[in-house]
Every structure is written in C-alpha cells, then in structure tokens.
C-alpha cells in the first residue's frame, strides 16, 4: 500500500482505531517534489503533521541512491537499512526498480531479523553498523557488493 494512503488511513477518523501501526516501505514521501519546502514552511508558521508519525514506522533503503524515495517529506523518521547497492556494477541482475525494489530492502529486512533474535536489545543504528562490518566486502580482494547480505549472514556461521 503506498506511503500517502496509509498516512491517510493512519489518520483518518474512520480508520485510524483500526490501525495499531503502519508499515512504509521505500515511501517516496508526501507532497512530491515541493514536500520538503512546504514541510517547512508549515512548521515555521506553527502547524504541526496532521498524523500520529508515533503509529508509523518509515523503513528505507539507506544504500546508494533511490529514483522515488524523497519525493517529498518523510511521513515519520527514516529507519535505514544497509542494502546491497543496486546500481553497483557487481549486481549481474539488477531489478527494475533497482535501490527502490521491496524486493532488495526485504532481503535485508531478513538478515537483519536474524540478527536481531540473536541480540535483541540492539537497535537499527547498531544492526546497521553489524550488517555493515560483519558484511563488508569491500577490503576483501574481487569481493562483491551483491554479496554483502551472504557475508553478514556467513560471519554469523563462523562465529556460532
């Protein structure tokens, strides 16, 4: 469901008992290209967001550049997530959507769900860091970036 549906549902007096939280993921954001300018100017002149950002959590790839995400303002605060950067040479079969693809921010949405079980007090800034040294290839010789996920989850093998 797209990003400005679900602020509106969030926030919609007919909806908005019904939904515990809401989920974006890769949301380009609200108010297209002017939304961060507008966004501004409404907080300047003292009116604050419409909706309860605490019911949302805004799930972003935080890897390379994305063609959508930042349209317009975030709908609550970023949660990044470390993905393999689509647009990288070492990636044989990009999808269309490249950095934007739910398909790639969900992968990494997995290894990052193994790891937090395996240490659930940390949050994402420290699943980030883990993810990132645990599955940095960039010091190893012909590594890969598309095989960075496989490296986050193979350090896991050698430690355990």
Do not use: C
């Amino acid at each position: 469901m797209g990003g400005f549906l679900v602020t509106g549902l969030v926030n919609d007096p007919d909806f908005a008992s019904n939904v515990s939280h809401a989920y974006l993921y890769n949301a380009p954001g609200l108010g297209s290209f002017l939304g961060p300018s507008i966004n501004t100017v409404l907080g300047w002149i003292g009116f604050a967001e419409a909706y309860d950002q605490s019911k949302i959590s805004n799930i972003e790839a935080a890897t390379g550049i994305s063609p959508i995400l930042g349209l317009g303002f975030d709908a609550a605060l970023p949660i990044d997530i470390i993905i393999e950067d689509q647009m990288a040479s070492d990636i044989s079969n990009p999808p269309g959507a490249r950095n934007h693809s739910q398909q790639v921010l969900t992968d990494a949405l997995a290894v990052y769900s193994v790891y937090s079980q395996l240490a659930p007090n940390l949050d994402h800034k420290q699943l980030n860091k883990l993810v990132d040294v645990f599955g940095s290839t960039k010091d190893v010789s012909g590594a890969s970036n598309s095989k960075t996920l496989e490296s986050a989850v193979d350090a896991l093998r050698v430690i355990l």
